[in-house]
Protein backbone atom coordinates (compact mmCIF):
# COMPACT_ATOMS: atom_id res chain seq x y z
CA UNK A 1 0.00 0.00 0.00
CA UNK A 2 1.54 3.31 -0.55
CA UNK A 3 2.38 5.56 1.77
CA UNK A 4 0.23 8.14 3.08
CA UNK A 5 2.28 10.67 3.95
CA UNK A 6 4.05 10.23 0.54
CA UNK A 7 0.96 10.78 -1.51
CA UNK A 8 -0.85 13.52 0.26
CA UNK A 9 0.06 17.02 -1.09
CA UNK A 10 0.43 19.37 2.13
CA UNK A 11 -0.09 22.93 1.13
CA UNK A 12 -0.20 25.92 3.91
CA UNK A 13 -1.31 29.34 3.49
CA UNK A 14 -0.21 32.00 6.70
CA UNK A 15 -1.61 35.55 7.52
CA UNK A 16 0.44 38.08 8.30
CA UNK A 17 0.02 40.02 11.62
CA UNK A 18 -1.62 43.06 10.38
CA UNK A 19 -4.47 40.82 8.64
CA UNK A 20 -4.52 38.24 11.72
CA UNK A 21 -5.46 41.53 13.93
CA UNK A 22 -7.97 42.89 11.28
CA UNK A 23 -9.59 39.71 10.74
CA UNK A 24 -10.42 39.32 14.40
CA UNK A 25 -11.31 42.63 15.10
CA UNK A 26 -13.83 42.58 11.98
CA UNK A 27 -15.65 39.13 13.07
CA UNK A 28 -15.71 40.97 16.79
CA UNK A 29 -17.22 43.96 15.57
CA UNK A 30 -19.48 42.28 13.55
CA UNK A 31 -20.79 39.76 16.41
CA UNK A 32 -21.15 42.54 18.65
CA UNK A 33 -23.17 44.55 15.90
CA UNK A 34 -25.61 41.37 16.11
CA UNK A 35 -27.19 41.72 19.14
CA UNK A 36 -25.89 45.36 20.25
CA UNK A 37 -29.15 46.79 19.71
CA UNK A 38 -31.52 44.59 21.81
CA UNK A 39 -29.91 45.05 24.92
CA UNK A 40 -32.06 46.97 27.59
CA UNK A 41 -35.50 47.31 28.10
CA UNK A 42 -36.11 49.33 24.91
CA UNK A 43 -33.51 47.28 22.66
CA UNK A 44 -35.37 45.98 19.34
CA UNK A 45 -36.28 42.44 18.63
CA UNK A 46 -34.58 40.51 15.56
CA UNK A 47 -36.92 38.52 13.12
CA UNK A 48 -34.72 35.67 12.10
CA UNK A 49 -35.69 34.05 8.84
CA UNK A 50 -33.59 30.49 7.99
CA UNK A 51 -34.15 28.14 5.38
CA UNK A 52 -33.78 24.43 6.29
CA UNK A 53 -32.71 21.61 5.08
CA UNK A 54 -36.38 21.10 3.50
CA UNK A 55 -36.12 24.26 1.90
CA UNK A 56 -39.05 25.53 4.02
CA UNK A 57 -38.13 28.77 6.06
CA UNK A 58 -38.42 28.74 9.73
CA UNK A 59 -39.01 32.42 11.01
CA UNK A 60 -39.10 33.87 14.36
CA UNK A 61 -38.64 37.10 16.67
CA UNK A 62 -36.45 37.56 19.75
CA UNK A 63 -34.20 39.88 21.45
CA UNK A 64 -32.61 36.94 23.25
CA UNK A 65 -28.62 37.15 22.57
CA UNK A 66 -27.97 33.34 22.83
CA UNK A 67 -30.70 32.73 20.68
CA UNK A 68 -29.39 34.80 17.69
CA UNK A 69 -26.24 34.23 17.98
CA UNK A 70 -27.11 30.19 17.82
CA UNK A 71 -28.76 30.36 14.91
CA UNK A 72 -25.25 30.63 13.20
CA UNK A 73 -23.51 27.82 14.71
CA UNK A 74 -22.79 24.67 11.93
CA UNK A 75 -23.86 27.77 9.16
CA UNK A 76 -20.12 30.00 9.52
CA UNK A 77 -16.85 28.70 9.04
CA UNK A 78 -14.86 31.32 10.32
CA UNK A 79 -13.05 30.38 13.59
CA UNK A 80 -13.59 34.10 16.13
CA UNK A 81 -17.11 33.84 14.87
CA UNK A 82 -17.37 30.18 16.41
CA UNK A 83 -15.48 31.23 19.42
CA UNK A 84 -18.09 33.99 19.84
CA UNK A 85 -20.85 31.41 19.70
CA UNK A 86 -19.41 28.99 22.30
CA UNK A 87 -18.62 31.93 24.39
CA UNK A 88 -22.62 32.53 24.77
CA UNK A 89 -23.26 29.31 24.51
CA UNK A 90 -21.05 28.41 27.68
CA UNK A 91 -22.34 31.94 29.96
CA UNK A 92 -25.56 30.52 28.96
CA UNK A 93 -25.32 26.98 30.39
CA UNK A 94 -23.26 28.79 33.08
CA UNK A 95 -25.53 31.20 34.56
CA UNK A 96 -28.88 31.60 31.98
CA UNK A 97 -28.65 35.22 31.71
CA UNK A 98 -26.63 38.18 30.79
CA UNK A 99 -25.52 36.55 27.94
CA UNK A 100 -26.14 39.75 25.68
CA UNK A 101 -23.94 42.29 27.85
CA UNK A 102 -21.06 39.22 27.91
CA UNK A 103 -20.95 39.50 23.69
CA UNK A 104 -20.60 43.00 23.40
CA UNK A 105 -17.89 43.65 26.34
CA UNK A 106 -15.79 41.06 24.76
CA UNK A 107 -16.87 42.49 21.05
CA UNK A 108 -15.72 45.95 22.55
CA UNK A 109 -12.83 44.82 24.30
CA UNK A 110 -10.83 43.23 21.45
CA UNK A 111 -11.97 45.89 19.23
CA UNK A 112 -10.77 48.65 21.20
CA UNK A 113 -8.03 45.91 21.92
CA UNK A 114 -7.05 45.88 18.38
CA UNK A 115 -6.64 49.71 17.74
CA UNK A 116 -4.13 49.75 20.99
CA UNK A 117 -1.62 47.28 19.41
CA UNK A 118 -1.96 48.91 15.81
CA UNK A 119 -0.95 51.87 17.58
CA UNK A 120 1.93 50.45 18.67
CA UNK A 121 0.99 49.18 21.91
CA UNK A 122 2.26 45.83 22.56
CA UNK A 123 0.03 42.77 23.40
CA UNK A 124 1.28 42.23 26.97
CA UNK A 125 0.72 45.89 27.96
CA UNK A 126 -2.58 45.49 26.49
CA UNK A 127 -3.62 42.23 28.37
CA UNK A 128 -2.31 43.80 31.67
CA UNK A 129 -3.92 47.26 31.55
CA UNK A 130 -7.24 45.34 30.75
CA UNK A 131 -6.09 43.05 33.44
CA UNK A 132 -5.70 46.18 35.74
CA UNK A 133 -9.07 47.48 34.66
CA UNK A 134 -11.10 44.76 35.35
CA UNK A 135 -9.55 44.06 38.92
CA UNK A 136 -10.46 47.61 39.95
CA UNK A 137 -14.32 47.41 38.32
CA UNK A 138 -14.38 44.20 40.70
CA UNK A 139 -13.37 45.88 43.47
CA UNK A 140 -15.71 48.93 43.01
CA UNK A 141 -18.33 46.68 41.99
CA UNK A 142 -17.86 44.77 46.11
CA UNK A 143 -18.02 48.70 47.32
CA UNK A 144 -21.04 49.69 45.66
CA UNK A 145 -22.84 46.30 46.36
CA UNK A 146 -26.42 46.11 47.80
CA UNK A 147 -26.73 43.19 50.20
CA UNK A 148 -29.37 40.46 49.24
CA UNK A 149 -29.36 38.79 52.84
CA UNK A 150 -27.91 39.51 56.19
CA UNK A 151 -24.86 37.18 55.84
CA UNK A 152 -22.13 36.13 53.15
CA UNK A 153 -23.28 32.52 53.04
CA UNK A 154 -27.00 32.70 54.54
CA UNK A 155 -28.41 29.07 55.47
CA UNK A 156 -31.86 30.20 55.82
CA UNK A 157 -34.58 31.71 53.82
CA UNK A 158 -35.54 33.81 56.54
CA UNK A 159 -31.89 35.61 56.29
CA UNK A 160 -32.65 37.16 52.64
CA UNK A 161 -34.50 40.64 51.80
CA UNK A 162 -37.07 38.96 49.80
CA UNK A 163 -38.02 42.45 48.23
CA UNK A 164 -35.01 42.60 46.94
CA UNK A 165 -34.95 39.12 45.43
CA UNK A 166 -38.28 40.34 44.11
CA UNK A 167 -36.82 43.55 42.24
CA UNK A 168 -34.24 41.55 40.90
CA UNK A 169 -36.59 38.89 39.59
CA UNK A 170 -38.48 41.61 38.19
CA UNK A 171 -35.54 43.21 36.53
CA UNK A 172 -34.21 39.81 34.96
CA UNK A 173 -37.88 38.73 33.53
CA UNK A 174 -38.99 42.40 32.03
CA UNK A 175 -35.54 44.48 32.31
CA UNK A 176 -37.22 46.29 34.87
CA UNK A 177 -39.85 48.04 32.10
CA UNK A 178 -43.55 48.14 33.63
CA UNK A 179 -46.21 46.96 31.53
CA UNK A 180 -44.32 45.53 28.68
CA UNK A 181 -45.11 42.06 29.81
CA UNK A 182 -47.44 42.01 32.96
CA UNK A 183 -44.89 39.68 34.88
CA UNK A 184 -43.95 41.70 37.89
CA UNK A 185 -46.86 40.20 39.69
CA UNK A 186 -45.15 37.09 39.41
CA UNK A 187 -42.01 37.93 40.70
CA UNK A 188 -42.91 36.62 44.22
CA UNK A 189 -43.93 33.50 42.48
CA UNK A 190 -40.31 32.83 40.46
CA UNK A 191 -38.75 33.99 44.53
CA UNK A 192 -40.79 31.28 45.95
CA UNK A 193 -40.06 28.84 43.38
CA UNK A 194 -35.87 29.58 43.39
CA UNK A 195 -36.07 28.80 47.18
CA UNK A 196 -37.82 25.54 46.61
CA UNK A 197 -34.93 24.68 44.43
CA UNK A 198 -32.10 25.30 46.83
CA UNK A 199 -29.98 23.24 48.83
CA UNK A 200 -27.91 25.30 51.35
CA UNK A 201 -26.27 22.57 52.71
CA UNK A 202 -24.83 21.75 48.89
CA UNK A 203 -24.41 25.10 48.17
CA UNK A 204 -26.33 25.30 45.47
CA UNK A 205 -29.55 26.16 43.52
CA UNK A 206 -31.16 23.25 41.16
CA UNK A 207 -33.17 24.90 38.50
CA UNK A 208 -34.55 21.90 37.18
CA UNK A 209 -36.43 21.33 40.58
CA UNK A 210 -38.85 24.32 38.93
CA UNK A 211 -40.28 22.91 35.81
CA UNK A 212 -41.85 25.31 33.26
CA UNK A 213 -44.87 24.48 30.78
CA UNK A 214 -45.66 27.50 27.82
CA UNK A 215 -49.24 27.29 27.10
CA UNK A 216 -50.77 28.80 24.38
CA UNK A 217 -53.99 30.93 24.97
CA UNK A 218 -54.88 33.75 27.30
CA UNK A 219 -51.65 35.99 28.36
CA UNK A 220 -48.89 36.10 30.96
CA UNK A 221 -51.20 37.49 33.52
CA UNK A 222 -52.72 34.02 33.56
CA UNK A 223 -50.19 32.40 34.17
CA UNK A 224 -50.48 29.70 37.30
CA UNK A 225 -48.11 28.20 39.85
CA UNK A 226 -49.02 24.30 41.11
CA UNK A 227 -47.11 23.08 44.55
CA UNK A 228 -45.51 20.22 41.95
CA UNK A 229 -44.36 19.55 38.79
CA UNK A 230 -45.21 18.87 35.28
CA UNK A 231 -44.03 16.40 33.22
CA UNK A 232 -43.73 15.36 29.51
CA UNK A 233 -44.49 11.57 30.05
CA UNK A 234 -47.98 10.15 28.89
CA UNK A 235 -49.50 6.87 30.49
CA UNK A 236 -49.56 3.90 29.24
CA UNK A 237 -53.02 3.68 30.36
CA UNK A 238 -54.78 7.21 30.18
CA UNK A 239 -58.39 6.40 31.05
CA UNK A 240 -57.32 5.98 34.89
CA UNK A 241 -56.25 9.27 35.23
CA UNK A 242 -56.90 11.26 37.77
CA UNK A 243 -55.18 9.62 40.40
CA UNK A 244 -54.71 10.14 44.28
CA UNK A 245 -52.77 8.14 46.54
CA UNK A 246 -49.63 6.12 47.16
CA UNK A 247 -46.88 6.79 44.18
CA UNK A 248 -43.92 4.33 43.84
CA UNK A 249 -40.61 5.53 42.29
CA UNK A 250 -38.92 2.64 40.22
CA UNK A 251 -35.07 3.31 38.85
CA UNK A 252 -35.05 0.48 36.57
CA UNK A 253 -37.48 -1.65 34.62
CA UNK A 254 -40.71 -3.54 35.46
CA UNK A 255 -40.74 -6.99 33.38
CA UNK A 256 -40.48 -10.44 33.75
CA UNK A 257 -37.35 -12.53 34.62
CA UNK A 258 -34.99 -13.30 31.58
CA UNK A 259 -34.27 -16.98 30.92
CA UNK A 260 -31.16 -17.68 29.43
CA UNK A 261 -29.42 -20.41 27.91
CA UNK A 262 -26.72 -20.34 30.33
CA UNK A 263 -27.88 -19.93 33.48
CA UNK A 264 -31.33 -20.49 34.93
CA UNK A 265 -32.23 -19.79 38.34
CA UNK A 266 -35.13 -21.31 40.38
CA UNK A 267 -36.19 -20.18 43.89
CA UNK A 268 -38.09 -22.65 46.54
CA UNK A 269 -41.05 -20.37 45.79
CA UNK A 270 -40.92 -21.02 41.87
CA UNK A 271 -41.01 -24.68 42.01
CA UNK A 272 -43.01 -25.07 38.59
CA UNK A 273 -40.23 -24.08 36.90
CA UNK A 274 -40.75 -22.35 33.41
CA UNK A 275 -44.81 -21.76 33.67
CA UNK A 276 -43.92 -19.54 36.12
CA UNK A 277 -42.66 -17.11 34.38
CA UNK A 278 -45.78 -16.66 32.19
CA UNK A 279 -47.45 -15.78 35.74
CA UNK A 280 -44.42 -13.33 37.01
CA UNK A 281 -45.92 -9.93 34.93
CA UNK A 282 -48.88 -10.77 37.26
CA UNK A 283 -46.47 -10.82 40.75
CA UNK A 284 -45.20 -7.98 39.73
CA UNK A 285 -48.36 -5.76 39.17
CA UNK A 286 -50.08 -7.69 42.24
CA UNK A 287 -46.75 -7.03 44.08
CA UNK A 288 -46.95 -3.29 43.59
CA UNK A 289 -50.78 -3.35 43.58
CA UNK A 290 -51.40 -5.18 46.99
CA UNK A 291 -49.51 -2.09 48.91
CA UNK A 292 -52.69 0.34 47.40
CA UNK A 293 -50.34 2.51 45.10
CA UNK A 294 -52.36 4.50 42.89
CA UNK A 295 -49.05 5.35 40.00
CA UNK A 296 -45.66 3.60 39.44
CA UNK A 297 -42.90 5.68 37.69
CA UNK A 298 -40.03 3.53 36.26
CA UNK A 299 -37.13 4.93 34.71
CA UNK A 300 -36.60 1.47 32.34
CA UNK A 301 -39.09 -0.01 30.41
CA UNK A 302 -42.32 -1.56 31.66
CA UNK A 303 -44.11 -4.57 29.36
CA UNK A 304 -47.28 -4.32 27.85
CA UNK A 305 -48.45 -7.03 30.10
CA UNK A 306 -47.55 -5.88 33.17
CA UNK A 307 -48.89 -2.68 32.23
CA UNK A 308 -52.08 -4.37 31.71
CA UNK A 309 -51.98 -5.58 34.92
CA UNK A 310 -51.19 -2.74 36.74
CA UNK A 311 -54.06 -1.13 34.75
CA UNK A 312 -56.78 -4.20 35.97
CA UNK A 313 -55.69 -3.45 39.70
CA UNK A 314 -56.18 0.63 39.27
CA UNK A 315 -52.96 1.30 39.20
CA UNK A 316 -51.71 3.85 36.27
CA UNK A 317 -47.74 3.45 35.06
CA UNK A 318 -44.93 5.09 33.35
CA UNK A 319 -42.31 4.36 32.09
CA UNK A 320 -38.86 5.73 30.51
CA UNK A 321 -39.08 8.47 32.64
CA UNK A 322 -35.97 10.63 32.75
CA UNK A 323 -33.70 10.41 35.84
CA UNK A 324 -34.19 13.73 36.43
CA UNK A 325 -37.92 13.47 36.51
CA UNK A 326 -37.84 10.77 38.98
CA UNK A 327 -35.47 12.61 41.45
CA UNK A 328 -38.24 15.66 41.22
CA UNK A 329 -41.00 13.25 41.55
CA UNK A 330 -39.19 12.48 45.16
CA UNK A 331 -39.10 15.96 46.21
CA UNK A 332 -43.16 16.17 45.08
CA UNK A 333 -44.05 12.81 46.70
CA UNK A 334 -41.63 12.21 49.31
CA UNK A 335 -40.88 8.67 47.86
CA UNK A 336 -37.71 6.69 48.01
CA UNK A 337 -36.64 6.16 44.61
CA UNK A 338 -35.83 2.21 44.78
CA UNK A 339 -34.39 -0.55 42.55
CA UNK A 340 -36.78 -3.04 40.28
CA UNK A 341 -39.65 -4.92 41.76
CA UNK A 342 -39.52 -8.65 41.30
CA UNK A 343 -41.69 -11.54 42.44
CA UNK A 344 -38.43 -11.68 45.06
CA UNK A 345 -38.19 -8.29 45.70
CA UNK A 346 -41.95 -6.51 46.65
CA UNK A 347 -42.20 -2.85 47.29
CA UNK A 348 -42.65 -1.95 50.63
CA UNK A 349 -44.90 0.62 52.22
CA UNK A 350 -42.07 2.74 53.65
CA UNK A 351 -40.87 3.54 50.16
CA UNK A 352 -43.86 4.53 48.43
CA UNK A 353 -44.43 8.89 48.48
CA UNK A 354 -48.18 10.31 48.28
CA UNK A 355 -49.19 12.72 45.37
CA UNK A 356 -51.89 13.39 42.91
CA UNK A 357 -51.57 12.77 39.22
CA UNK A 358 -53.53 14.16 36.87
CA UNK A 359 -53.05 15.11 32.82
CA UNK A 360 -53.55 18.28 31.62
CA UNK A 361 -55.07 19.82 28.07
CA UNK A 362 -54.02 22.78 26.14
CA UNK A 363 -54.74 23.83 22.53
CA UNK A 364 -53.41 21.71 19.56
CA UNK A 365 -53.89 18.49 21.43
CA UNK A 366 -50.77 19.60 23.73
CA UNK A 367 -51.00 17.58 27.31
CA UNK A 368 -48.66 17.54 30.05
CA UNK A 369 -48.66 15.70 33.56
CA UNK A 370 -49.21 17.33 36.26
CA UNK A 371 -48.00 15.61 40.20
CA UNK A 372 -48.95 17.88 42.89
CA UNK A 373 -48.28 17.16 46.39
CA UNK A 374 -50.66 16.15 49.26
CA UNK A 375 -52.43 19.55 50.89
CA UNK A 376 -50.11 20.81 53.70
CA UNK A 377 -46.78 19.32 52.32
CA UNK A 378 -44.44 21.61 51.10
CA UNK A 379 -43.10 19.49 47.64
CA UNK A 380 -39.73 21.52 47.82
CA UNK A 381 -40.73 22.29 44.20
CA UNK A 382 -43.10 23.72 41.67
CA UNK A 383 -44.25 24.31 38.23
CA UNK A 384 -44.89 27.24 36.58
CA UNK A 385 -47.94 27.29 33.73
CA UNK A 386 -47.02 30.11 31.71
CA UNK A 387 -50.05 31.31 29.21
CA UNK A 388 -49.64 33.42 26.25
CA UNK A 389 -52.19 34.86 23.13
CA UNK A 390 -49.69 32.51 20.56
CA UNK A 391 -46.98 29.82 20.67
CA UNK A 392 -44.28 32.36 20.43
CA UNK A 393 -45.43 34.69 22.93
CA UNK A 394 -45.94 32.07 25.52
CA UNK A 395 -42.41 30.73 24.38
CA UNK A 396 -41.38 34.43 24.88
CA UNK A 397 -42.94 34.46 28.51
CA UNK A 398 -41.28 31.06 29.11
CA UNK A 399 -37.96 32.45 28.21
CA UNK A 400 -38.06 35.49 30.46
CA UNK A 401 -39.16 33.86 33.37
CA UNK A 402 -36.70 31.62 32.69
CA UNK A 403 -34.08 34.78 32.94
CA UNK A 404 -35.87 35.95 36.09
CA UNK A 405 -35.46 32.35 38.02
CA UNK A 406 -31.93 32.74 36.89
CA UNK A 407 -31.19 36.05 38.26
CA UNK A 408 -32.81 35.37 41.49
CA UNK A 409 -30.74 31.91 41.44
CA UNK A 410 -27.46 33.86 41.13
CA UNK A 411 -28.61 36.25 43.68
CA UNK A 412 -28.97 33.63 46.49
CA UNK A 413 -26.02 32.25 45.54
CA UNK A 414 -23.86 35.50 46.27
CA UNK A 415 -26.48 37.53 48.06
CA UNK A 416 -25.37 40.47 46.24
CA UNK A 417 -26.91 42.88 43.94
CA UNK A 418 -25.81 45.71 41.86
CA UNK A 419 -27.71 49.05 40.68
CA UNK A 420 -28.61 48.44 36.51
CA UNK A 421 -29.21 50.95 33.51
CA UNK A 422 -25.62 51.03 33.21
CA UNK A 423 -25.17 52.64 36.62
CA UNK A 424 -22.30 50.04 38.05
CA UNK A 425 -20.43 50.16 34.67
CA UNK A 426 -20.10 54.01 34.73
CA UNK A 427 -19.22 54.23 38.33
CA UNK A 428 -16.69 51.63 37.62
CA UNK A 429 -15.51 53.74 34.75
CA UNK A 430 -14.79 56.52 36.47
CA UNK A 431 -12.67 54.85 39.70
CA UNK A 432 -10.43 53.03 36.37
CA UNK A 433 -9.66 56.58 35.03
CA UNK A 434 -8.49 57.85 38.12
CA UNK A 435 -6.36 54.73 38.89
CA UNK A 436 -4.73 54.89 35.04
CA UNK A 437 -2.07 57.99 35.47
CA UNK A 438 -0.27 55.26 38.80
CA UNK A 439 0.56 53.56 35.43
CA UNK A 440 3.44 54.00 32.45
CA UNK A 441 2.09 55.49 29.51
CA UNK A 442 1.78 52.26 27.16
CA UNK A 443 -0.36 50.25 30.25
CA UNK A 444 -2.05 53.57 30.89
CA UNK A 445 -3.30 53.60 27.45
CA UNK A 446 -4.84 50.40 27.73
CA UNK A 447 -6.43 50.95 31.50
CA UNK A 448 -7.93 53.96 29.91
CA UNK A 449 -9.30 51.76 27.09
CA UNK A 450 -10.87 49.60 29.32
CA UNK A 451 -12.77 52.47 30.98
CA UNK A 452 -14.34 53.33 27.39
CA UNK A 453 -15.16 50.15 27.20
CA UNK A 454 -17.11 50.24 29.92
CA UNK A 455 -19.42 52.98 29.14
CA UNK A 456 -20.11 51.42 26.15
CA UNK A 457 -22.74 49.36 28.15
CA UNK A 458 -24.29 53.17 29.01
CA UNK A 459 -24.11 54.38 25.84
CA UNK A 460 -25.42 51.26 24.08
CA UNK A 461 -28.58 51.29 26.02
CA UNK A 462 -29.20 55.38 25.80
CA UNK A 463 -28.83 55.12 22.05
CA UNK A 464 -31.38 52.09 21.92
CA UNK A 465 -33.76 54.60 24.22
CA UNK A 466 -33.48 57.19 21.98
CA UNK A 467 -31.07 59.43 23.49
CA UNK A 468 -27.54 61.00 21.69
CA UNK A 469 -25.57 58.44 23.43
CA UNK A 470 -22.07 61.14 23.48
CA UNK A 471 -24.66 63.42 25.82
CA UNK A 472 -26.29 60.64 27.98
CA UNK A 473 -22.99 59.37 29.33
CA UNK A 474 -21.91 63.49 29.61
CA UNK A 475 -24.72 63.53 31.48
CA UNK A 476 -23.99 60.36 33.65
CA UNK A 477 -20.95 61.66 34.36
CA UNK A 478 -21.86 64.49 36.14
CA UNK A 479 -24.40 62.55 38.26
CA UNK A 480 -21.94 60.20 39.33
CA UNK A 481 -19.10 62.64 40.04
CA UNK A 482 -21.39 63.98 42.15
CA UNK A 483 -21.52 61.55 44.31
CA UNK A 484 -24.95 59.45 42.84
CA UNK A 485 -23.67 55.85 42.27
CA UNK A 486 -26.96 54.40 41.39
CA UNK A 487 -27.47 56.95 38.15
CA UNK A 488 -28.15 55.52 35.22
CA UNK A 489 -30.93 55.27 32.46
CA UNK A 490 -34.25 53.69 34.00
CA UNK A 491 -36.33 50.86 32.36
CA UNK A 492 -38.50 53.97 30.46
CA UNK A 493 -35.66 55.45 28.73
CA UNK A 494 -34.85 58.22 31.21
CA UNK A 495 -31.64 59.31 32.44
CA UNK A 496 -32.41 59.53 36.61
CA UNK A 497 -30.15 59.73 39.94
CA UNK A 498 -30.95 56.31 41.39
CA UNK A 499 -32.31 53.22 38.86
CA UNK A 500 -33.09 51.29 41.24
CA UNK A 501 -35.94 53.66 42.95
CA UNK A 502 -37.08 54.50 39.71
CA UNK A 503 -37.50 50.92 37.96
CA UNK A 504 -36.28 48.25 40.31
CA UNK A 505 -33.26 48.09 38.46
CA UNK A 506 -30.99 45.59 40.33
CA UNK A 507 -28.85 42.84 39.04
CA UNK A 508 -27.07 40.20 40.56
CA UNK A 509 -23.83 40.51 40.89
CA UNK A 510 -22.55 37.07 40.11
CA UNK A 511 -23.56 37.62 36.66
CA UNK A 512 -22.56 40.97 36.44
CA UNK A 513 -18.75 40.28 37.57
CA UNK A 514 -18.87 36.75 35.19
CA UNK A 515 -19.69 39.03 32.39
CA UNK A 516 -16.67 41.02 32.94
CA UNK A 517 -14.42 38.08 33.41
CA UNK A 518 -15.59 36.00 31.01
CA UNK A 519 -15.27 38.73 28.32
CA UNK A 520 -12.19 39.80 29.52
CA UNK A 521 -10.60 36.15 29.53
CA UNK A 522 -12.02 35.61 25.75
CA UNK A 523 -10.46 38.82 24.78
CA UNK A 524 -7.04 38.32 26.37
CA UNK A 525 -6.86 34.98 24.85
CA UNK A 526 -7.05 36.18 21.36
CA UNK A 527 -4.58 39.56 21.97
CA UNK A 528 -1.93 37.00 22.10
CA UNK A 529 -2.39 35.47 18.78
CA UNK A 530 -0.31 37.19 15.23
CA UNK A 531 -0.59 34.72 13.09
CA UNK A 532 -2.91 32.45 11.60
CA UNK A 533 -1.56 28.92 9.65
CA UNK A 534 -4.19 27.10 7.90
CA UNK A 535 -4.02 23.81 5.71
CA UNK A 536 -5.53 24.65 1.94
CA UNK A 537 -4.42 20.76 0.98
CA UNK A 538 -7.39 19.10 -0.56
CA UNK A 539 -8.91 16.61 1.60
CA UNK A 540 -7.37 13.07 1.40
CA UNK A 541 -9.45 10.56 -0.82
CA UNK A 542 -9.04 7.06 1.67
CA UNK A 543 -9.73 4.74 -0.97
CA UNK A 544 -7.24 5.93 -3.65
CA UNK A 545 -4.88 5.64 -0.71
CA UNK A 546 -6.31 2.24 -0.47
CA UNK A 547 -6.01 1.06 -3.86
Same mark, same amino acid.
Given at each position: ??????????????????? +? /????????? #???????? %?? !?? *? @????????????????????????????????????????????????????????????????????????????????????????????????????????????????? +? /????????? #???????? %?? !?? *? @?????????????????????????????????????????????????????????????????????????????????????????????????????????????????????????????????????????????????????????????????????????????????????????????????????????????????????????????????????????????????????????????????????????????????????????????????????????????????????????????????????????????????????????????????????????????????
Amino acid at each position: MPDANASAAVSWEQLSAGE +T /RSGIQQAAR #EMGELVRS %TL !GP *L @GADKMIVRRMDDDRLRTFVTNNGVAILEEFEGETDHPIANRFIALAEDHEDALGDGTTTTVLLASDLLTSGVDLIEAGVPPVDVIEGFSIGAQRTLEVWDEIGIPVADADRPT +T /RAAFDESVL #ERIAHSGM %TN !GR *L @GAWPLEQFADDVVDAVFRAWEPERDRVHIGYVSIEAIPGGDASSSSVIPGTLLPDDPMVAHLLPVDGDVLLVDGSLQPREITAGSVTVSADCADGFDDRETDGERIAASIADSNCAAVFATGDVTHEIGEQLAARGVVCFRNVKDSSIDVLSRVTGATIRGPVTPGEPATPDEFGRGTVRLREAQNDKTWLEVTAPDGVDPQTVGLVVRGGTESAADEAKRRITAGLNAVRAAIKRPVALPGGGAAEVEAARAVRQLAPRFDGREQLAVEEFATVLESIPQTLARNAGHDPIDALTELRTHHDAGHTHAGIDASGRIVEDTVTASDALDAQLIRTNNLAWSVEFANSLFRVDNVVFDTSPPIDLDEIGR
